[in-house]
């Protein structure tokens, strides 16, 4: 029957177009079909099997690369489901290869988005390379998947590369700010790649860090137990939503009228300056802190309701986990699936440019990033004119 044809047919190639699991799949081929052509149709096992065996032989036909060396992208491969390039830069069959995948449009949409988030994932890479790094832009106000880049470590000279590549092949590339973790490899990159932007450290990364440090000096069970104790540790987690040029005097504060002569907390506090406050040298003149305040704080960000954190791309990671389904999948697979989220992104960016509404963030975190902007916006107000009063308030908005 040519309906049961049909239904074949469309299973074949969604079994090559899309992550869905066989189940999935054939649950939607077969969704509203007649019961006589139904009936014409092999058994649930039977498609399942013919699913997985249409994905396994794509993937033999190519072989499995067991070296960066020996890939050779086939067309297949180098174009999204709509026949566009999806390949920006291969460094061809060299031990350090990267391939950076993306398309002319994804590059045009980087290059009007003045807010970039950026973050590398590694459960979801193959074992031939060190980490897929997804670099995403605020369009209208959703964080887009636009660029997917197969590194091969995580050296600045990698990160310079890849910048240096995307500006190549874009030269409108001009972000206003970047957010990222932590990593100073990449900050060393964007300096010299893009020398004007502002960066941004994620605020979750850096509150991470402050537990570390809690855990590393054995305070954890105190912190955990202990509520005065939590808050003033808080306290200086709050100093990210102070004024830059007041963070200085305010931290200054809070270690004298905070934490006081505490002999158990000094070198807490010590370590604490010398990584995002100040480091002295023997003159006691100020040298900038391991992690500068212009990368941490979140003052201006907030004010200008940007995101606070990268919980977008974190977001974004675990969905693509899901659509891989396996960790370290192999090379063929991840490309698949780098296809798959690629055909996402395009139906995302139509929706937005058809002014369909996007799915707002979870009420939790909309009505918590509200209440910390409230009080930012209120920084030169009378009932804050004691910084002390101001960063207890954030202070209460905040978990580390």
Known sequence: MVEAVKVKNELRNAALTTSESPHVLIASASAGIHDSVAAQLPSSSSLKRTIRNVRSATLENHGNPKTRKEIELPPAYSVTEKKHNFVIYDKG???????????EENLRLL?????WLMDG????CSMLFGQLYSIHGIIGEKVVP??????????SAVYTEMFEKLKAAESELNPETIMLDMEQAVVKALITVFPEV????????VNQALYRKVVAFNFKTLYDTNVEFAQKIKLLAALAFVKADEVVQIFNRISDEVFGEDEDLQDFLFSFETEFVARYDRKR????PQFPIKFWNQFDACRSNLPRTNNNVEGWHRSFNELVRQKHPSFWELIRC???EQSRTELTVAAIRSGVSQPPPAKKYRDLNERIRS??????????TDKIVYVKSIANNLSI
Do not use: E, Q, W
């Not at 636009?146 to 091969?152: K, M």
């Not at 502002?198 to 990364?205: A, L």
């Not at 003149?285 to 900038?288: F, H, L, V």
């Open 121 to 124: 994932t590694f459960g979801a």
């Open 93 to 103: 069959a060299v031990d350090d290869r990267m391939i950076v995948f993306g398309t």
């Open 338 to 340: 780098l296809k798959v």
């Open 146 to 155: 636009l660029i997917y880049a197969l590194l091969p470590g995580r050296s």
């Open 198 to 205: 502002k960066i941004r450290f994620c605020n979750f990364h």
């Open 111 to 115: 290059a009007g988005a003045k807010h």
């Open 375 to 384: 009080i930012v916006l209120k920084y030169d107000d009378p009932m804050y």
């Open 285 to 288: 003149i100020a040298r900038d």
